[in-house]
């Protein structure tokens, strides 16, 4: 079960151009969370947002919490050829035995052309 | 500090070894996890340490055995592996607190190759 629908799966624009990523569910999140991974690399850890309708700023990246906490949104603005890397969201379950378990997306490829 | 390490960062072997993976971390996490990711696919859990107890199990066989000495290390021993096991295996760990949201922090990886 794909709890976390991400899109686009692949993007591939020039630089200065903006772009954004949707990851949605149907499930409720305790937290969600978007990584940045480079080939034969770990995930590194970008942002954590909490609270519904939460908005963070990380430089030329806007990460938005949907009020129900149930999707996420990743904008990056004037793109850079460094940005160029597989993107992953990933929500953290909310109760029980599964409490604070990871659901990733399916990640997005972007590639930045300079 | 949000570092995780892990060794060996490449590792190659035969089918009928015995090979160990390391994970480490010291940010004073209580949960610790192993991933399997295969190219451009999103990592895959198998096994979750809460407390020093394994927690969950994701149906992994028995080839793949998990080891949590003590709150900051993390093994996994690997015996009889099949080709398809090669893959990046990740370790992470997370605060327990829910004021941290989870947030897991990864480690570099091991690319293994089995032959």
């Known amino acids: 079960t794909q709890l976390l629908e991400q899109s686009p799966q692949f993007l591939s624009i020039q630089e200065g151009e903006n772009l954004t990523v949707y990851c949605n569910s149907s499930?409720?999140?305790?937290?969600l969370q978007w990584y940045r991974q480079e080939p034969g690399e770990g995930p590194v850890l970008l942002v954590t947002?909490?609270?519904?309708?939460e908005v963070k700023k990380l430089k030329r990246l806007t990460f938005q919490f949907g009020d129900a906490r149930k999707d996420s949104s990743l904008h990056i603005t004037a793109a850079q050829p460094g940005d160029t890397g597989l993107y992953l969201c990933?929500?953290?379950?909310?109760?029980?035995?599964?409490?604070?378990?990871?659901?990733f997306g399916r990640g997005t490829q972007l590639t930045v052309w300079p | 500090d949000t570092e995780v390490t892990q060794t060996p960062k490449h590792l190659v072997m035969g089918m009928t070894n015995k090979k160990s993976l390391k994970c480490e971390q010291h940010?004073?996490?209580?949960?610790m996890y192993w991933y399997k990711q295969k190219a451009k696919k999103p990592p895959e859990l198998m096994f979750v340490?809460?407390?020093?107890?394994?927690?969950i199990n994701e149906s992994v066989p028995s080839r793949f055995s998990p080891e949590c000495p003590n709150s900051s290390l993390l093994n996994l021993h690997l015996h009889a592996l099949q080709p398809e096991d090669s893959a990046l295996y990740l370790c992470?760990?997370?605060?327990?607190?829910?004021?941290?949201?989870?947030?897991?922090?990864f480690g570099p990886g091991t690319r293994l190759t089995v032959t």
């Open positions: 992470a760990s997370s605060s327990d607190l829910p004021s941290f949201g989870y947030e897991q922090y």
């Open positions: 499930s409720v999140f305790s937290s």
């Open positions: 947002v909490v609270t519904g309708g």
């Open positions: 990933a929500g953290a379950a909310e109760r029980g035995s599964t409490l604070g378990r990871l659901y």
């Open positions: 940010m004073g996490h209580r949960a």
């Open positions: 340490y809460s407390y020093e107890k394994l927690s």
